[in-house]
């Protein structure tokens, strides 16, 4: 059996018990700290469940779902990752039902076509979009959510021989905005959300200096990410948005980056 099956076998408890206990209350404090927020037109995924879109029965509680998820994927990068990737916001495809940035549940579930859960972590995570729910398409259903988004950015780092565990994924305001009425839609965050988002990506990249890491190569999923982390001091490179026919640079400039600055 791999190191990869083996840990597969393991639970979330047994998971976070091989980090130091240290480590771990940071990163449970950090998540528990997402699931207070709260907002008009906002799904919080670490602290609200809609049971029209989740699972509900037996005692799951999406939200801790969600919770568990984000710290397992956190543990094994703060102070270790050299690339942080961000993005605008939470989209309702990807990190509204992973609860991990920019990142989509067939991922998760090793159902993508090219990225697999081993990537992410190397525990089993769970889904928390429900197969039954009505509002769901049928492939959605059965597999999960898809974010064509999602997977150019994490192809990226894969095709460029970047060890998944060297980069952390994050959103600047790490909530899903949606619009009124309908939860699986996007919107983009207002100043004022985008505000509130940049106290929590601060703290982000405190915690990853406080567990031992160096300044991160920053790289943004868009100029306009790049440009609203900028108001706030924070300096990134921004890459061609995947979206609207931009793949294939967002690609090429997503290694001509990490060619340039991580030398």
């Known amino acids: 059996m791999s190191l990869f099956e083996l840990e597969k076998t393991l639970s979330f408890d047994e998971y976070i018990a091989t980090f130091e206990a240290e480590r771990v209350a940071k990163v449970r404090s950090f998540a528990d700290w997402l699931a207070q927020y709260s907002g008009n037109l906002v799904h919080n995924p670490w602290g609200e469940v809609n049971p029209d879109l989740e699972i509900v029965t037996n005692g799951f509680d999406a939200a801790q779902v969600r919770r568990d998820n984000l710290v397992a994927y956190l543990l094994p990068r703060l102070g270790r990752a050299k690339v942080f990737v961000v993005a605008e916001a939470v989209g309702y495809q990807g990190g509204r039902f992973t609860g991990i940035a920019i990142t989509c549940e067939r991922m998760l ?16 995570l769970e889904r928390t979009s429900s197969p039954t729910s009505a509002l769901l398409k049928g492939t959605q259903q059965k597999d999960g959510f898809n974010e064509p988004t999602d997977t150019v950015v994490w192809s990226a780092i894969v095709e460029k021989g970047i060890d998944p565990y060297d980069t952390l994924l ?77 793949a294939n640079l967002y690609r090429q400039g997503f290694a001509e980056a990490v060619d340039t600055y991580l030398k």
């Open 109 to 124: 579930l090793d159902k993508h076509k090219t990225i697999r859960a081993k990537d992410i972590t190397t525990i089993q």
């Open 170 to 246: 994050w959103n600047i305001f790490p909530f899903h905005p949606h619009k009124d009425g309908n939860p699986l839609t996007n919107r983009t965050p207002t100043d004022r959300e985008q505000q509130v988002g940049w106290e929590y990506t601060k703290r982000l990249l405190d915690l990853h200096i406080e567990l031992g890491g160096a300044d991160p190569l920053v790289l943004a999923v868009g100029q306009k990410s790049a440009d609203t982390m900028g108001k706030f001091g924070l300096s990134a490179i921004g890459l061609r948005h995947p979206a609207n026919g931009g």
